[in-house]
């Protein structure tokens, strides 16, 4: 899955501050995804791209943004709004979007608060 | 929406044994049912998946059998080897439209921590 980039690998946020964490794709897969995981617990969808300039919200979108303006982009900023921000993001893409679509991970962005 | 749980949580077993995962699932218009491993600090990998117009697909030590009837699905490892050992996820995928798109997304089981023993 050398095809999905995420940067940076580690990330520190100050309280009130927005931070963005990059998702990159060389697959030309339509669809893209954004994951949340916290330790010991599975993936929780934050929000989901099926084409470009198109989003829907996942079912832990509150506190985040994204924007899709390139097929290859899905960035992900972490609002003030998002109380608890600290754990391990996953970015994933798929050749489609549609229910029954392989999805593959990058390796992560680990965000932890100062 | 979807509702996955799996069990167990954690699995101990000695090389050379099995390991079988279980999987439920809520939504009976799930029609996509993936695994992944995930070693420690890693990107979850895809390792085996199932669609719903089958019943059991393998690849060589792991296979994955579905009961659409029942709602459940499970991961089963042969010959189990030390570098098994990692956190195993189910998921299963629905459908839902917006807009008149569809959209498909994934929802994930909590993970079973595997452990072979040498």
């Known amino acids: 899955d050398g095809g999905i980039t995420q940067s940076p690998k580690y990330l520190f946020r100050k309280e009130g501050q927005n931070v963005t964490l990059s998702c990159e794709q060389n697959?030309?897969?339509?669809?893209m995804y954004w994951y949340r995981q916290d330790p010991g617990q599975g993936l929780r969808l934050i929000y989901y791209?099926?084409?470009?300039?198109?989003?829907q919200k996942g079912d832990i979108a509150e506190g985040y943004s994204v924007s899709r303006e390139k097929k290859e982009s899905f960035p992900l900023t972490v609002t003030s709004a998002q109380k608890n921000p600290t754990a391990f993001y996953l970015c994933a893409s798929s050749l489609r979007g549609g229910a029954n679509q392989p999805q593959h991970f990058g390796d992560g962005t680990r965000l932890s608060i100062l | 929406g979807e509702n996955v749980e799996q069990h167990p949580s954690t699995l101990s077993v000695q090389e050379g044994d099995s390991a079988v995962i279980k999987c439920t699932y809520s939504d009976s218009a799930s029609n996509y049912f993936p695994w992944y491993k995930q070693e420690l600090g890693k990107r979850p990998q895809l390792i085996i998946d199932?669609?719903?117009?089958?019943g059991e697909k393998k690849d060589q030590r792991i296979a994955v059998t579905l009961n659409k009837t029942a709602k459940h699905f499970s991961l089963h490892i042969t010959e189990t080897q030390p570098e098994d050992s990692a956190v195993y996820f189910c998921?299963?995928?629905?459908?839902?439209?917006?807009?008149?798109?569809?959209?498909?997304?994934?929802?994930f089981g909590q993970g079973t921590i595997l452990t072979v023993h040498p």
């Open positions: 998921a299963a995928s629905e459908a839902s439209n917006a807009g008149g798109t569809s959209y498909g997304k994934l929802t």
């Open positions: 697959l030309n897969h339509d669809a």
């Open positions: 199932i669609r719903s117009n089958v």
């Open positions: 791209s099926q084409i470009v300039n198109d989003f």
